[in-house]
């Protein structure tokens, strides 16, 4: 009974059951995201139809996750097969938000990471499928970085300026030197991590990123999915490693300086 009764107030349980479900559908809503803003569409009109029938879909086609298994990852009108990258991005969500929790629990560090995460997703994905890292995206997470750092005190916004040159500029560095090897969009969202971030993070985040993408590049060779003349974007090693800095960033840099500069 007691354990019946801590589910239902409030408990550990119930906290990631909400926090999934929240995972869910925000996930769902970055599909949308993902989808429309490169094709400069709305986001809230037409409402969501198929694509290939245009019939407009009802809320029982649109539970995360669920729909899609019931209605075997086709559309129920016409019978067309939908992408299973909407799956894979609610999944994703909803496993990145439990991390979240796990590291922050029921706080405000708690909804800082949510917003920072979902925004790393839509940039990721983005970046994945048109090796681009839109301005009108990267303005609302630096904006979003301001104002939340701002609001919880998280940092003061010194570090934050400064964090933003060193991350911009550093990437800024690479590209001038590797002659177009970097991006534009790379040098903008590592200037935006840094008003989220700090700029102790934000450097470890770009060091962990160049690891992760030289690490990926090398395993997509092997099994030959590129090759060396191939683009492979860097938003989503800049992003994955921010994550992991969200997450562990302190720990990590308390492990080096106790490791390595005694």
């Excluded at 019978?79 to 609610?90: A, H, K, L």
Aim: glycine share 12%; hydrophobic share 55%; with cysteine.
């Amino acid at each position: 009974m007691n354990a019946i009764y801590e589910l239902f107030t409030g408990g550990v349980s119930l906290q990631y059951f909400l926090i999934v479900l929240f995972g869910l559908l925000i996930g769902s809503f970055l599909n949308v995201c993902i989808y429309r803003l490169p094709r400069g569409e709305s986001l809230l009109f037409p409402p969501s139809h198929c694509m290939s029938c245009s019939r407009r879909l009802k809320p029982l086609d649109l539970i995360p996750v669920v729909s899609f298994i019931l209605l075997g990852g086709k559309c129920r009108y016409c019978g067309t097969p939908f992408s299973s990258r909407y799956i894979v991005v609610e999944l994703l969500t909803a496993c990145l938000y439990i991390g979240c929790l796990l590291i922050f629990g029921l706080s405000a560090g708690l909804i800082r990471s949510l917003i920072f995460v979902s925004f790393l997703i839509v940039i990721t994905f983005i970046d994945y499928d048109h090796q681009l890292i839109l301005d009108k995206v990267l303005i609302w997470f630096a904006g979003a970085g301001v104002l939340i750092n701002w609001i919880t005190g998280s940092l003061p916004l010194g570090n934050m300026v400064l964090a933003a040159l060193l991350g911009g500029g550093l990437l800024l560095l690479v590209a001038v030197v590797s002659r177009g090897g970097m991006g534009g969009g790379d040098v903008k969202f590592a200037a935006a991590l840094g008003l989220w971030l700090g700029w102790q993070l934000t450097l470890l985040a770009l060091l962990l990123s160049f690891f992760l993408g030289g690490l990926g590049g090398a395993i997509l060779m092997l099994l030959k999915i590129k090759g060396r003349k191939d683009f492979i974007p860097f938003g989503p090693f800049i992003a994955l490693g921010a994550f992991i800095s969200l997450l562990y960033g302190y720990r990590i840099l308390a492990w080096y300086l106790a490791n390595f500069l005694r």
